[in-house]
C-alpha cells in the first residue's frame, strides 16, 4: 500500500512538473532591485503562442519578458553590457527560473540587443514605468 502511494505520488509530481505546474522556488538572490545585473535569456521558439502567466499569449514578435517579481505591465529598459546595445520591454509572464538569470526576453527583444547567438548575455535592468 505505502508503495503504491509513492508511486502515485512520483507520478503525478512528474506529471505536475511536466506540465508546467509543478512547485518552482526562486534562486536566493531574488534580483529585483533597480539596477540589478544578471544574465538575461530568451524564449525557445515551442513556447510561441502559449499562454503567459498573464493570461497574455506568448509573440516572440513582441517586445515583453518574464521577470520573477516585476509587476505586469512593468516597463523595463534591459541593456547588455557586453555592447551597450538596450530594448524597452514590458513584464508580461514569470521566470525564468534558473539561477544567476534575472529576466527571459523574446526573440525580437534578444535580437535587439544582440544576444541571440550566444543565448544569454550579462544585463543591467533599469525599471521605467511600474504598474501601481
Given amino acids: 500500500m505505502k508503495k503504491n502511494l509513492l508511486l502515485l505520488f512520483a507520478l503525478t509530481l512528474c506529471g505536475l512538473l511536466a506540465s508546467g505546474c509543478g512547485l518552482v522556488v526562486a534562486p536566493k538572490e531574488e534580483p529585483s532591485a533597480p539596477g540589478a545585473v544578471g544574465l538575461a535569456s530568451y524564449y525557445h521558439d515551442k513556447f510561441q503562442g502559449r499562454r503567459t502567466a498573464s493570461g497574455e499569449r506568448l509573440d516572440q514578435n513582441a517586445l515583453t519578458a518574464a521577470h520573477r517579481s516585476y509587476p505586469f ?3 523595463v529598459r534591459v ?7 538596450s530594448v524597452d520591454v514590458r513584464i508580461n509572464d514569470r521566470g525564468p527560473f534558473v539561477s544567476g538569470r534575472i529576466i527571459d526576453l523574446t526573440r ?5 540587443i ?8 550579462r544585463v543591467r535592468l533599469h525599471v521605467l514605468k511600474t504598474v501601481d
Fill in 108 to 112: 525580437r527583444a534578444a535580437k535587439a
Fill in 73 to 75: 505591465g512593468t516597463r
Fill in 79 to 85: 541593456q547588455n553590457l557586453e555592447n551597450g546595445k
Fill in 114 to 121: 544582440g544576444m541571440l547567438q550566444q543565448g544569454v548575455a
